[in-house]
């Protein structure tokens, strides 16, 4: 069917930067809105930044100017620039989209990836 596959996460120090990526796969017609998410222990899952079809973009206050989400609509493929980050960054992330499918073009559909740790050191 679908898969939504993150990677890019890792450990950093405070200040470095990492790259996320997350490839969609499978009998996909459209992509319309994507989005990355983040998950810190014991706490609620969070959008991070997300982005449109047509390229709008949106970000939590913690992160704009630090982060930049962008996307390749040829490849399918989201990205997140992770710049300056910070120990409160830690978390797993996972990258969402909305999506129409080949057989069924009338529906959204709403998937998520499998997650990436992102760990960043003090």
């Known amino acids: 069917q679908v898969q939504l596959v993150e990677s890019g996460g890792g450990l950093v120090q405070a200040g470095g930067s990492l790259r996320l990526s997350c490839v969609a796969s499978g009998s996909i017609f459209s992509i319309n809105a994507m989005g990355w998410y983040r998950q810190a222990p014991y706490k609620q899952r969070e959008l991070v930044a997300a982005?449109?079809?047509?390229?709008?973009?949106n970000y939590t206050d913690s992160v704009r100017g630090r982060f930049t989400i962008s996307r390749d609509n040829a490849k399918n493929t989201m990205y997140l620039q992770m710049n300056r980050v910070k120990p409160e960054d830690t978390a797993v992330y996972y990258c969402?989209?909305?999506?129409?499918?080949?057989?069924?073009?009338?529906?959204?559909?709403?998937?998520w990836g499998q997650g990436t740790q992102v760990t960043v050191s003090s």
């Open positions: 982005i449109n079809s047509g390229g709008s973009t």
């Open positions: 969402n989209a909305n999506l129409t499918l080949n057989w069924n073009r009338a529906r959204e559909y709403h998937y």
